[in-house]
């Protein structure tokens, strides 16, 4: 623990409310580009936060998740860490992991499951000395946590369709997820179109928010700065970073690239969830697996074109990528397997449905170096920094406290 979670941890007076966060990933071991983690260390600059990770979607299993011992050994690991400040210069920030029983399709076990994690945050709060917080909410899973903690207002993060992970216990999480859209005091989205299907449960409580993008860290970086592993691979690359989990990315769509394109070289950064050997065959694809979010620029800056190769199916239908933001913000040209908030940017973007007009797309803008110039792409998005994100986010939770309570 970087320090004791007792000293300087008195609530700000007035109308400064902490703020609590059910995150849906884990800061130990997901990557910090997420939204939730984004979100949460800037407020930390103005508000006490305490963020609590992941508590999951179900039970990894064999036969229906990936790399089941490895996903049970980091959460137990995640576990171990307690409570923590991560960030020297942001006290304000405490992470939290508590021990959980994810067996969510059961529900008196939910429910047992939902007071043991009460007990072990309600815990970490007394010891803080936090009041009264406002929850932001982005686990579906939390919805059960919620009831008997005393909170200024719940908002709800609706970044995804949980209910749409192929994993998960689809009914129980739709379930979960209509239970928290009813109880939320706001209901906040990335997405046009799944603001859409909501807009009957959830009518005026629905607010736009959007994504932002780290305008400063995803600046193009010469080719002196990017990793040497990279400078050794030639032109033109093809690039993808961000997690290669097969329920989203497109792996055959990968294999096409490197086949029908043999002379660019497809360059992966990304753990995966998904076995990797296929490509070993490939001698112009280079997978180069997990990288710190500090160094994703670097690679970034040495793609020729970016790729977003999804799948098609409800979860990318639904969804928002931040990736997209990044690839824009470092100027670089994008082609896209289409998906309704991809036309935030028609113009700038390559879009494609489907495998033949993907691998078209890709060889336009690697001749090209399109659509859009490295200018436009960039300041496509720069009034989107997720500094003007947690600012709004701020005054949605102050008006949610106040008219609410």
Known sequence: M???????????????????????????????????????????????????????????????????????????????????????????????????IPLYQHRRVRMLNAALVRLQVRLVMALLRIRRPVAFVTIPTA???????????????RSDRHSEFPESDQETIAALEADLLRRADRVLYVSHALMAEDLPAVGARGIFIDHGVDLEHFSLRPESEQPAELRLLPHPRIG?????????????????????????????????????D???????????????????????????????????????????????????????????????????????????????EFIAAVRAALQHAGPGTPQQRRNAVLDASWDAVTSRLLMIGEDASSSVH
Request: glycine share 8%; proline share 7%.
């Open 2 to 100: 970087s320090r004791g979670i007792r000293g300087g941890d008195r609530q700000r007076s007035g109308d400064q409310a902490p703020w609590i966060c059910f995150a849906a990933q884990d800061w130990w071991y997901h990557n910090r580009a997420h939204s939730d983690f984004q979100l949460m260390t800037r407020l930390a600059r103005q508000r006490q936060v305490l963020l609590v990770n992941s508590i999951g979607l179900r039970l990894p299993t064999p036969g229906r998740s990936t790399q089941v011992l490895r996903r049970i050994a980091r959460k137990a690991r995640s576990v171990s860490k307690l409570v923590r400040r991560p960030i020297p210069e942001t006290p304000g920030f405490i992470v939290m992991t508590p021990l959980v």
């Open 143 to 157: 919805v059960d946590v919620l009831p008997g903690m005393d909170v200024k207002a719940v908002l709800y993060n």
């Open 240 to 276: 993808f970073f961000g997690g290669l989990d097969d329920y989203v990315v497109d792996i055959d769509l990968l294999e096409r690239l490197a086949v029908e394109i043999p002379e660019a070289q497809l360059v992966l950064i990304g753990s995966a969830t998904c076995p990797m």
């Open 278 to 356: 296929r490509f070993e065959q490939y001698p112009n694809v280079h997978w180069f697996g997990f990288q710190p979010y500090s160094d994703i620029p670097r690679f970034g800056s040495g793609f020729d074109v970016a790729i977003m190769p999804w799948l098609d199916n409800d979860w990318i239908r639904l969804c928002n990528p931040i990736k997209l933001k990044e690839y824009l913000a470092l100027g670089l040209p994008v082609v896209s397997i289409d998906y309704p908030q991809l036309h935030s940017y028609d113009g700038l973007v390559g879009v494609a449905r489907g495998h033949g």
